[in-house]
């Protein structure tokens, strides 16, 4: 086999085998495949796709290029969630804990927010203390005391999608359904859970800017996920307007500290959300039978502080300060605040994601590289979402600012997130589907 005769047959659109996919990312781990050969390979990737087999076996072959967490010691299902970034998304720092405080068990490896994204390890280590660089022996011992814990990815799973996606970000080949697909649930499946649940972004925000696109990743996923014997389900959200009212680090922690208070409920979108996808991991772990049941447990779970209290227990577990949940608006103190108003009166008709994402990094929330220092309790506050009615002179935002090297584009990029009109707008749909197999979908 020879790696230039794959790629001119990835090139005209053929299906490759599963040898031939072996052969190309063990020849590229061994260093015998090029980096210039991998880049074209991906790339036709990009234009011709791949179907659903090449695709698992894509995945497979990513998988077994590094080690695999064992975590059968582990009594119970083991239940992992991923989103495929957004902005505002801060579920997993309330699922987590919750479905832990409902008897489930949540092992899970996070990433990092890149771009106008934001990450779980990001908002973890915005609490003084935290380290999220663990062993997969510390994430058993964690999970066994107190059924939760989410650490960062182990740097000796899935090698090939480690050096895959750093080549991807370079030559625009990132927007790929079978490259996205495979770079995520070859992690996941590496990640040694049992159980899958994935929160597919749709929207301006996210990776996948239409439904059919969202659909075709989904159900890709959920395909590859029950092929390796997983119990996988997708959800769609809508992505086009941030998830919580607060973006930045400190700030989402601070969200998801009230969600477990009670102080945000049923009604706003974060919580709506977090109660789906927690319902879905309780169902998926087998702690439920089904939704009502479900959802019993989680307002439990709240009502009693159990949810709470495990997050307390694993910033502890992870050697963070706990006082901060308890305080958690300590987090967000900043030299600046600047409030942004509505110059008219009307309905809010958009609020753009990736603005408002875009903006927030800029602001020193988020990374441009890889590597790049964050200053964790800056970030935006939002005040409307689309469909709010709005006063002329009513603050729509409040910039939370420690250096003001980049304020003005931030600003600029904020402000034109937002776009108020004359007449009444509906709230997108925020879940668009439930897919739970790799054909049928439940329309929500
Ligand atoms: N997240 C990943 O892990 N991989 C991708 O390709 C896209 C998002």
Redesign the pocket.
Known sequence: MRMVDLIIKKKRGEELSCEELNYIIAGYCAGDVEEYQMSAFMMAVCFRGMTRAETAHLTEAMLHSGAKADLSSIAGVKVDKHS??GVGDTTTLVVAPLVAACGGVVAKMS?RGLGHTGGTLDKLESIPGVRVERSVAELREIVERIGVCVIGQSADLVPA?RRM?AL?DVTGT?DSVP??AS??MS?KLAAGTDAILLDVKVGSGA?SKTMDSALELARTMVGIGKRLNRRTVAVITDMSQPLGMAVGNGLEVLDAVKVLRGEIGRGDLLYEICMLLARHMLLLGGVAETEAEAARKLERALESGEGLRRLKLMVEALGGDAAYIDHPERLVRTRRRLEVTARRSGYVETLDALKIGAASSMLGAGRARKGDAIDHSVGIELHKRVGDPVASGEPLMTLLINDEARLDEALALADAAYSVGAEPVAAPAMVRAVIDDDETEAAI
């Open positions: 495929t970034g990433g999608d996606y991807r990132v490259l996205i770079s995520i992690k990776f």
